[in-house]
Nanobody, 124 residues
Framework: EVQLVESGGALVQPGGSLRLSCAASGFTFSSWAMSWVRQAPGKGPEWVSGISRGGGSRYYADSVKGRFSISRDNARNTLYLQLNDLKIEDTAMYYC?????????????????RGQGTQVTVSS
């Protein structure tokens, strides 16, 4: 059974930083591209970032480019998202997601599994 468990969300002030983690199990993590998706209250899901199986290719939404950084540790079956210079509009539930296509990591890629999410709230 595929399981994705996110952690690391918190209440943070504008300009602050957080590191989100996603522990994966139930599949061969190193064989699949992964993504982060977020959803703000009252809005639809927004793709944030994706990373290839080996971590060599990384993709970002324009809204987070230069501020967020995706990475993975295949030995630990863990996906990360470093969030820097946080803005109020970054407030959302953040989900990690497994790509449906093992080699597809961009915003156009479908996902087939998603975790329960971790809440990031940016407020002064």
């Amino acid at each position: 059974e595929v399981q994705l468990v996110e952690s690391g969300g918190a209440l943070v002030q504008p300009g602050g930083s957080l590191r989100l983690s996603c522990a994966a199990s139930g599949f061969t993590f190193s064989s699949w591209a992964m993504s982060w998706v977020r959803q703000a209250p009252g809005k639809g899901p927004e793709w944030v970032s994706g990373i290839s199986r080996g971590g060599g290719s990384r993709y970002y939404a324009d809204s987070v480019k230069g501020r967020f950084s995706i990475s993975r540790d295949n030995a630990r079956n863990t996906l990360y998202l470093q969030l820097n210079d946080l803005k109020i509009e970054d407030t959302a539930m953040y989900y990690c997601a497994k790509s449906k296509d093992p080699v597809c990591a961009t915003s156009r890629c479908e996902t087939d599994y998603r975790g329960q999410g971790t809440q990031v709230t940016v407020s002064s």
